[in-house]
């Protein structure tokens, strides 16, 4: 069994910055791409970014040049660092990650951190 467990989260001013992290744990072999998610109240879940195991990046446009995703495979962890935070980023950040576990590849996802954006 995989699990995820993200952190990082929290309240901060507009303009201002948040590392996310979420490290995996249990029985993996090697994790493939991990990516962030996020569900703002009364919307949709959408992409935020994702990486590969090679650490190709892609972004939503939404958040281009403010944030970054990164991994350490040694620590089986991925980051996003969130810089010129608006309030329209304010959602519930969760990350996911297929994992290639036992036998199996398995889609796994975090609980999810709350971060609000607000003056």
């Known amino acids: 069994q995989v699990q995820l467990v993200e952190s990082g989260g929290g309240l901060v001013q507009p303009g201002g910055s948040l590392r996310l992290s979420c490290e995996a744990s249990?029985?993996?072999?090697?994790?493939?791409?991990m990516g962030w998610y996020r569900q703002a109240p009364g919307k949709q879940r959408e992409l935020v970014a994702h990486?590969?195991?090679?650490?190709?990046?892609n972004y939503a446009s939404f958040v281009k040049g403010r944030f970054t995703i990164s991994r350490d495979n040694a620590k089986n962890t991925v980051y996003l660092q969130m810089n010129s935070l608006k309030p329209e980023d304010t959602a519930v950040y969760s990350c996911n990650a297929n994992v290639h576990s036992g036998d199996w590849y398995v889609d796994v996802w975090g609980q999810g951190t709350l971060v609000t954006v607000s003056s």
């Open positions: 249990g029985s993996i072999v090697t994790i493939n791409a």
């Open positions: 990486i590969t195991l090679g650490g190709g990046t």
